[in-house]
């Protein structure tokens, strides 16, 4: 095993506050307790091109002062660099597994072909390469990659296995927007883990969290324990992940302020939205562009107001800017799907049977295809929650637009009007989306998934399979 230094950092002090999320909820507005220190927040180094070799590989990372956890990363120790690809480019993928455990990897936001989906299907043996091969279809937007093999999905996350997939587009570049990549444009990837005392990470030991999800009681933002960042006195853009197994954020920053939505899951809003609250279940991306224009020499937290405003990361605003941005509201224009064309509606009803996740109930069996979508077809999709927990619901190869929630489009979020993959469905909630596969077909070979992404219901059955025809 590796032992290689971390910076753990200055961080001590603000450790002590950081290390207790799963606190009971409370929606006050007042601030925290500003941090005394933090630790510099890692920044996922950016590989620009078509080409990427990734390696999947052990590694062990000191989170905690004087304990080494041994990690699973990409490329690195724990997590993996951001890829950035432009639009119209055929990519090239190639992901050696250097793991002791077969895997996959899956690129999550992105439309491609079945067999390049990196799904339960396409496995990585031990010491063996995949590639995968596709064009970039889609337009300017935050993606992701991610292990996704039946059963262990939540576990070989949870040990380390994630990245971003950025796409770039010609719209995108020339808009007047944060670019510098961990500068103005930064990377937040979102993960909550529990350690045991020798420095490991605790998974699944408590009893009742293969049912809810696993929670843990401390925050790493990009894998930095007690991160702060310094940054420009000027427009900044976070580009957020929630990369948890099952925790949800409810993020706004600690004094309140407004901030401008610029994207959604996997593509640029048409129009930004001011916010002051985001809500993201795992799997969820957004891109937001928050004007520290007037804070130079202050520092303000962005805090989980799900969880008692639980910091997540520092925001020391200490520099002058070299040069400004001026995002505009207008971003982008996206093509809307008719409802009254819709030929099809599905219904899938997530339930729970006998200790299982179901979906139309049935529990996530490889060998089966739960449904059949014709190429080109205009389709509702009507989602159930038919439990008392909350379940999101995932979609592969494309993306969606959120027809209705409870049947009023009024219950649809600001944060969620645009281009989505994955959509927070609560306790007993319906939500409508509406959905085209329109580039590939795939056959039984190569079918795309849709589950439940939060990890530990998509392992225990909540996942199905289709086809495109
Ligand atoms: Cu991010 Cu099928 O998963
Ligand atoms: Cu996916
Ligand atoms: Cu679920």
């Not at 220190?37 to 620009?48: C, F």
Request: charged share 20%; with cysteine; proline share 6%.
């Amino acid at each position: 095993m590796k032992r290689r230094a971390f910076l753990t950092g200055s961080g001590t002090l603000f450790l002590a506050t950081l290390t207790g999320c799963g606190g009971s909820s409370n929606n006050d507005t007042t601030s925290p307790q500003s941090p005394a220190s933090y630790a510099p927040l890692k920044i996922p180094p950016l590989r620009e091109g078509a080409d990427f070799d990734l390696s999947l590989q052990e590694g062990a990372v000191e989170f905690l002062e004087g304990l080494f956890t041994p990690t699973w990363g990409i490329e690195g120790d724990f997590l993996g660099p951001a890829l950035r690809v432009r639009t119209g480019d055929a990519i090239r993928l190639s992901v050696t597994n250097n793991l002791p455990e077969a895997t996959t990897l899956h690129w999550h936001g992105m439309r491609l072909p079945g067999p390049m989906d990196g799904g339960p299907h396409q496995i990585i043996q031990p010491g063996e390469t995949w590639l995968a091969e596709y064009e970039v279809l889609q337009g300017a937007g935050t993606n992701w990659f991610h292990p996704h093999r039946e059963g262990v999905t939540g576990e070989h996350v949870y040990r380390g296995l994630a990245g971003l997939l950025i796409v770039e587009d010609g719209s995108s570049e020339s808009l007047d927007l944060p670019r510098t990549w961990g500068e103005d444009d930064i990377p937040l990837i979102l993960q909550d883990r529990r350690f045991n005392a020798d420095g490991t990470f605790d998974y699944l030991s408590q009893p009742m969290e293969e049912i809810n999800g696993m929670l843990g009681d401390t925050y790493l933002v990009n894998g930095t324990l007690g991160a702060g960042i310094r940054l420009p006195a000027k427009e900044v853009r976070f580009r957020i992940l929630n990369g948890s197994n099952a925790r949800e954020y409810d993020l706004r920053f600690s004094d309140g302020r407004a901030f401008r939505q610029i994207a959604t899951d996997n593509a640029l809003r048409e129009q930004a939205a001011t916010l002051t609250r985001l809500r993201l279940t795992p799997g969820e991306r957004a891109e937001i562009v928050v004007d520290l224009g007037a804070d130079l020499g202050d520092t303000l937290t962005l805090v989980n107001a799900d969880d008692g405003d639980a910091p997540l990361l520092v925001l020391d605003v200490a520099d002058t800017p070299s040069s400004i941005t001026t995002t505009p509201d207008t971003l982008t224009t996206l093509e809307h799907l008719d409802p009254l064309q819709a030929v099809t509606t599905r219904t899938f009803r997530l339930g729970m049977q006998m200790g299982l996740f179901t979906i139309n109930g049935v529990a996530m069996d490889m060998e089966r295809i739960d449904q059949v979508v014709p190429l080109g077809a205009v389709e509702i999709w009507e989602i159930i929650n038919e439990t008392n927990m909350l379940h999101n619901f995932h979609v592969h190869g494309t993306h969606f637009e959120i027809l209705d929630r409870n049947g009023s489009p009024a219950q649809i979020e600001a944060y969620e009007t645009g281009y989505k993959d994955t959509v927070r469905v609560g306790p007993l909630e319906r939500v409508r989306i509406i959905l085209r596969m329109e580039d590939y077909t795939t056959d039984e070979s190569a079918p795309y998934m849709f589950h439940c992404h939060i990890l530990e219901h998509e392992d225990r059955g909540m996942m199905g399979q289709f086809i495109v025809v």
